[in-house]
């Protein structure tokens, strides 16, 4: 069943936000697309940052956040405030 997690990030006014945006943008650029990934949206303001990211299956996610892991405790990044993760019962592209 198709699956949906959503990552949040804090942080305060002290953060170097524009260095957050350049490691997202180079995590993204470095490899293609995971198997398994149906869409990802990444949005970053003042008081944070959220991806959210949508599975063909949990069974996808969980591969690629235990295979991402390790790539990403090696990048200065505040870790996740909150992650969230459940079941599709709609997904609609327009």
């Keep these: 069943m198709t699956y949906c997690t959503v990552v949040e990030f804090e942080w305060d006014a002290d953060f170097d936000h ?13 490899s293609p697309s995971p198997a398994g990934l149906l869409s990802r949206i990444t949005g970053i303001d003042s008081s944070g940052a959220r991806v959210i990211e ?10 690629f956040a235990k295979q ?3 790539r990403l405790a090696t990048v200065p990044m505040p870790p996740p405030s909150r992650v969230t993760g459940f079941e599709v019962t709609s997904y609609e592209v327009a």
């Design 68 to 70: 991402s892991g390790p």
């Design 18 to 30: 524009e260095g957050f945006r350049r490691t997202l943008g180079r995590l993204s650029e470095e």
């Design 54 to 63: 949508v599975w063909r299956s949990g069974d996808d996610a969980q591969a």
